[in-house]
C-alpha cells in the first residue's frame, strides 16, 4: 500500500492524485498529495511510475500498512525504480532501460522446455 | 447525492463510453471514427485503470493465414465445449491483426533481435497511456475520477445515458446519450489481484437493472498465483518456480492447464512455497525491463527470490480473466436492451472462449475487438436513433436515494462476507452442489440486508454501488454454477464430473430480487466424447 510521500521532493504537479484508479490520494490545500484513504490503495504502483520526482513510496504488502522509516526508505535507492526501469521520462533514451516485453513468448517457450531438476 | 444543491455537470452526446480500460478506449476510438460525438467516463484515470493499465497483455495474435487461423481456431473450439462460436473468434483474430500496426503512433513497438517489429505483447502501464492520447485525439471528451452509479431511460422506457459522481471535482455528472457502451470490466470481488479493484462488476448492475441479461456467469472461477501478501498476479516466471510444502518437501506440480487445480490443492493443506531457481541467469538480468513491476515486492522486502523460498498464493479473478458477463446478441455488441452494448469484461466472452477462460491472450484480443465492435454500433445506432426527447429517469432506487447510513466498518463487513463466498478455493474452484446452495443462501440473506437498508454513506455514493454490484454478481456466478449440473471447462463440480448433452446450452441469468435463470440449448448437438 501507499505507505510515504516525501513532500520535499514533491513539485506539487498533483499527478499521482489525478491517476489513482482507486482515488487514495488527495491533494491538499497547499497543493501537497496525502494519503486520503490507505484502505483503497489497491498497491498497482501507478503513483510511483507517474511520479516523475520519484516523491511516493508504495510498499508491496497489499493487506495492511507497514509503519516504514522515512530515512531508510531514501537511502534504500527504491525510489523511482518502477519508473527507471520502465524508461519513463529522462530514463527513455537509456538503452539500459529499453523495453524488452517482447521477449515474453520466448521465456514461456523456454520454461515450457525446461525440465524440472530430478527430485531430491 | 439527489440533493438540489450538489452541481451537476450536464453533457449531451451520441455516444456515452463507461470505462476506460483497454475495451473502453476501444470502443471510444471506434464511435468517434464514425463521426460521432463521444464522451468517455472512468471510476478512476483513464490510462492507469482496469486490469490492463498494470499488466502486460500479450494478443491472441494469428497471421491472416487460412490455414493457420482455421487451426488456431479449432485449438480454441477444442476447449470451449460447444460453448463459442468459429465466426466471432476469426472476427476477433482479423479486428486484432489489423488494430495493433494502426496505433504505431501511440505504441513503441519494439524490434526483437533480428529488427522485427514486435506486435503481439504490449506493456499495460505505456498501452493504457497511449490509448489515452488516442482517444483524446479522436475528439473524444474523457472525464476521469468520475464513477457512473445508474443508467437513465428517456420517457419511452429505452437506454438514454447516466449519471454518476465527480469524485474529485465534486458534483454530480448527467450524460444523455443516444447509445451507451458499458466497459467496466469484470468483477474479482476486490481480491487483491493486481490493478483489479476499479473492476466491481458495477456495469453489470447498472445494465441489469436497465432489463440486462448475463450469460456465462458460471465460468467465473478463474485464479492466478502471487507472492502471498502482494498483489502481484504476473504469473510467467512462475512458469520456472519450485513448490514446497512447510516442512521443505518438494511438491510435483506439473505444468500446464492443471497447475492451478494443484496449487490449490495444496494451498488447502497448508503454505506452499516457491523458489525461482530455475530462471536463467540472462533471463534474471533481463526481467526488470522486460515486466518492470515484477520484482517490486521482492526487492523491497529483501527477498532474492532466486535462492529463498517465499510464501504464494492464489488470488481469485471471478469474471476478470473468467467468461461470463453481459449477454450480446449481435455482431456489434448489443446487449438484450436496446441502444446498450457492452465490450471487453463486461460482456460474455463466451463467442471466443466458450467454457473455457481464454486466459490474458484471447482477453486482450476480446476487450480490443469487442471494444471497437460496440463502439462502432453505438455510432450507427445513435446515427439513426437521433438524440432522445424529454427528461431522463433511472432504473432503480436502490443504493441511489439517500437511505440507511451504514458505518465504513459495517460497508466492510459485508464485503468480507461475500468474499468468504467466493473467494476460497474449497467453495469456487472446486465446486459442488451443496456448497453452491449452501453459499447462494448465504448471499441471498446480504442481498436482502442491502435491499432491506440500502447501505448509503454520505461521502462516498460510490462504495454503495460497488457493494451492491457485488453481491448481485456473486449470485448470478454461483445461480448459474447451481443451475449447471454438470462439469464443462473450468465449471467443475465434484457432484456432476461428468458433462451432460442436457447442457449443451448457454445459461442465461438475470434478476436482482429474484434472480432467474434459463437454458438456451446450441442449435447444433455436440458429438459427445469429441470434445471432452
Known sequence: ?120 | MTSTSTPLLDLHTDVLVIGGGLAGTWAAVAAARQGSRVILVDKGFCGTSGVTATAGPGHWWVPPDPQIRASAIEKRLATAYGLADSRFMARALDTTWNSLPAIADYYAFPQDEHGVTQYRGLRGPEYMRGMRRLVQDSGVTILDQSPALQLLRDAHGAVAGASGWRRQAGGNWQVKASAVVVATGGCGFLSRLLGSHTNTGDGYLMAVEAGAELSGMEFSNYYGIAAAGSSMSRSMVYTFGDYYDASDRQLPFQQGPDFTGQLARALLEGPVYCRLGRVPQDIRQQLPTIQPNLMLPFDRHGIDPYQQRFPVTLHAEGTIRGVGGLRIVDDDCQTTVAGLFAAGDASSREPIAGATSGGGAQNSAWALSSGQWAGRGAALLAQTRGASQGSLHGFTEVGIQPSTSRSATDIAQLIKRIQAEVHPLDKNLFRSGNQLSSSLQALDSIWDQLRDAPPNIEDNPLRARELLAMAATARWCYHAAEQRRESRGMHQRSDTPQQSAAFDAHLRVGGLDSVWSRHDHLKTPLTHGALA
Open chain 1, 1 to 120: 500500500m501507499i505507505e510515504l510521500i516525501f513532500t520535499d521532493l514533491c513539485n506539487g504537479c498533483g499527478k499521482c492524485v489525478e491517476v489513482c484508479p482507486t482515488n487514495a490520494l488527495a491533494l491538499t490545500e497547499q497543493a501537497v498529495p496525502t494519503i486520503r484513504d490507505q484502505s483503497t490503495c489497491q498497491t498497482c504502483f501507478m503513483c510511483e511510475l507517474y511520479c516523475a520526482s520519484d516523491a511516493l513510496y508504495v510498499d508491496p504488502d497489499c493487506e495492511q500498512p507497514r509503519p516504514l522509516d522515512p530515512q531508510t526508505i531514501r537511502d534504500s535507492g527504491l525510489l523511482g525504480q518502477y519508473r527507471r526501469d520502465s524508461g519513463w521520462d529522462e530514463w527513455a533514451a537509456d538503452p539500459r532501460y529499453t523495453n524488452q516485453h517482447w521477449r515474453m513468448d520466448g521465456i514461456f517457450a523456454l520454461a515450457r522446455n525446461t525440465p524440472p531438476p530430478a527430485k531430491p
